[in-house]
């Protein structure tokens, strides 16, 4: 990494590259599921990001990789890739993308509630506490099945599989503290990624999702949009929150938790004209105001090693 003083264009670059390429994502997963099987399209696009980031990795470090490394590959790459982000896409069949992106920005509020579940886990302060309770308003407000403000009802099932899929990469966070992984940020995250891909794969294969795959039929939206989770969502996007950790600290950097859902469900009314209810809004605001009160401690910092883009 360059331990030089990044110049102001520099962090702006980055910063615009975390906030709205990540922002991005969700619409761009909505658009790419529309002719391709979801769980393979997201095993597809691990395993060539995998690739190219493996690449970056032996530009750093010529660190070896040890047979060891594998087990906490595979188990972080299937909670956070196999379980997080599958189940991200699984629900984008049936739930807006800008909701989707609230949802998972939910995953500080249960990463602290996990960490505080676990033996010798940190304890949360009273402002942490305020923060997971305004969440957990945000989500009631959200998915409650009454006509709360008249916003539309949000898909349950959908709903359900976000929330198992937030749990999901919290947990595979949280166990990533102690993982036996590379010292090299690019290699751990690589090894990670080719196995969620690898998961990801075989759960597709094992329901079927290869005969409805037929190269042929895809659209060329589809096509674009997978192309751009793969060079901008998993490349681009994260080489810039790496960068960010060494060059501006992980509390700057981890500002786009509350960013990413802005811009969601921005482009999701922009582009799709998904619904801004008031329903929305109000869930917006409790959820990102709660982020906020755990994000800004340095208790959360402490569990963030690392973060493989949604």
């Not at 997963?29 to 095993?43: C, D, E, H, N, Q």
């Not at 302060?125 to 997971?132: D, E, R, V």
């Not at 998993?234 to 859902?261: D, Q, R």
Request: glycine share 10%; charged share 15%.
């Amino acid at each position: 990494m360059d331990k030089k003083t990044p110049s102001r264009y520099q962090l702006i670059a980055a910063f615009a590259a975390v906030y709205i390429i990540w922002g991005s994502t969700y619409l761009a997963i909505k658009i790419a599921i529309i002719s391709f099987p979801p769980f393979l399209m997201a095993g597809i696009r691990f395993l060539i990001s995998s690739a190219i980031i493996f690449g970056v990795a032996r530009f750093f470090s010529k660190e070896k990789i040890k047979l060891k490394f594998w087990k906490d590959s595979f188990i972080i790459g299937g909670a956070l890739l196999l379980g997080g982000n599958g189940g991200v896409v699984w629900a984008e069949q049936f739930v807006p993308s800008g909701l989707t992106a609230l949802i998972v920005a939910t995953v500080p509020i249960w990463m602290v509630l996990f960490d505080w579940l676990h033996p010798h886990g940190n304890k949360p302060t009273l402002k942490i506490i305020i923060g997971l309770i305004l969440g957990f308003a945000g989500l009631l407000i959200m998915i409650s099945p009454s006509s709360i403000l008249h916003g539309e009802n949000v898909n349950l099932y959908g709903a359900g599989a976000l929330l198992i899929a937030t749990c999901s990469w919290a947990a595979g966070s949280v166990y990533s503290r102690k993982a036996d992984m590379p010292k090299s940020k690019f290699l751990t995250v690589a090894m990670e990624m080719f196995a969620g891909g690898v998961l990801l794969v075989l759960a597709g294969t094992i329901l079927g999702e290869w005969n409805n795959f037929h190269i042929t039929k895809l659209s060329s939206q589809s096509i674009i949009a997978f192309f751009y989770l793969i060079a901008s969502g998993s490349v681009i996007g994260f080489t810039a929150y790496i960068w960010l950790l060494e060059a501006a600290g992980p509390a700057k950097a981890s500002t786009y938790a509350y960013v990413n859902p802005v811009i969601a469900v921005l482009l999701g009314w922009l582009i799709l004209g998904e619904e801004i209810s008031m329903r929305i809004l109000l869930s917006a605001s409790f959820i990102i105001v709660g982020i906020v009160f755990i994000i800004t401690k340095k208790e959360f910092f402490r569990l963030k090693k690392k973060v493989v883009n949604e």
